[in-house]
């Protein structure tokens, strides 16, 4: 479980590509490190992974972690390199604050970005979203956005597009400020939301089914 809490933003190490595999390495900084083990359970781009080795090193503690090829058709993790940005999130604790909501690192799929719009002191990003999870997303909703938890300022289903406000620190907390138009960004919809709207289609869809 994660909150969507973004704990810092790191480059990526190595990538090393595969048939069917992808692996890559990041160095956690020493105050997110403590207790790490092989096996736990981390958040990169939103996308929960296994750590699969670890080394402490001068900066902290080099992970790494490995990407499956349905894993890489779904996420951003695909188009990672050496140097490339991530957002990290330890999984959180029992009894932890949830400041964000309750995420579980599953993303749906990818969104690019429309439009980047930048005025004094304020960022709002413009993605496409695919219908097939749109429908779970709502206006002053939540979603996570590359395993940021965000609020939907406006939504057009018209056009099957949403957008989102970006503080000055999520920016700065982030590698949401190396966004441009065609970025490719993970999505995780709210859970609860899904539940609700799928139970509607079903309810829904039986008793049209018994009128016939």
């Given at each position: 479980?994660?909150?969507?809490?973004?704990?810092?933003?790191?480059?990526?190490?190595?990538?090393?590509?595969?048939?069917?595999?992808?692996?890559?390495?990041?160095?956690?900084?020493?105050?997110?490190s403590a207790e790490v083990a092989l096996g736990a359970s981390i958040a990169i781009n939103g996308c929960c992974f296994t750590v699969t080795s670890m080394q402490a090193v001068a900066a902290g503690l080099a992970v790494?972690?490995?990407?499956?090829?349905e894993t890489?058709?779904?996420?951003?993790?695909?188009?990672?390199?050496?140097?490339?940005?991530v957002n990290v999130e330890?999984?959180?604790?029992?009894n932890v604050e949830i400041g964000g909501h309750v995420l579980s690192g599953h993303i749906v799929g990818t969104?690019?970005?429309?439009?980047?719009?930048?005025?004094?002191?304020?960022c709002r990003v413009t993605f496409e979203a695919n219908p097939t999870?749109?429908?779970y997303v709502f206006e002053k909703g939540y979603l996570a956005i590359n395993g940021a938890s965000l609020t939907v300022a406006a939504l057009d289903r018209g056009a099957n597009t949403f957008a989102v406000n970006l503080i000055p620190e999520t920016l700065k907390r982030t590698n949401f400020s190396e966004f441009s138009s065609g970025s490719l960004v993970n999505i995780e919809i709210e859970s609860q939301s899904q539940v609700i709207?799928?139970?509607?289609?079903?309810?829904?869809a039986e008793r049209f089914s018994d009128q016939s």
């Open positions: 479980m994660y909150t969507g809490i973004v704990q810092a933003c790191c480059p990526v190490d190595h990538v090393d590509r595969k048939p069917g595999l992808l692996t890559f390495g990041i160095t956690l900084p020493p105050e997110i790494t972690f490995d990407a499956i090829q890489q058709d779904l996420t951003n993790i695909r188009s990672i390199d050496f140097g490339s940005r330890r999984s959180a604790k029992q969104a690019p970005v429309v439009e980047v719009l930048h005025t004094e002191n304020n999870w749109l429908k709207v799928d139970t509607v289609e079903r309810i829904m």
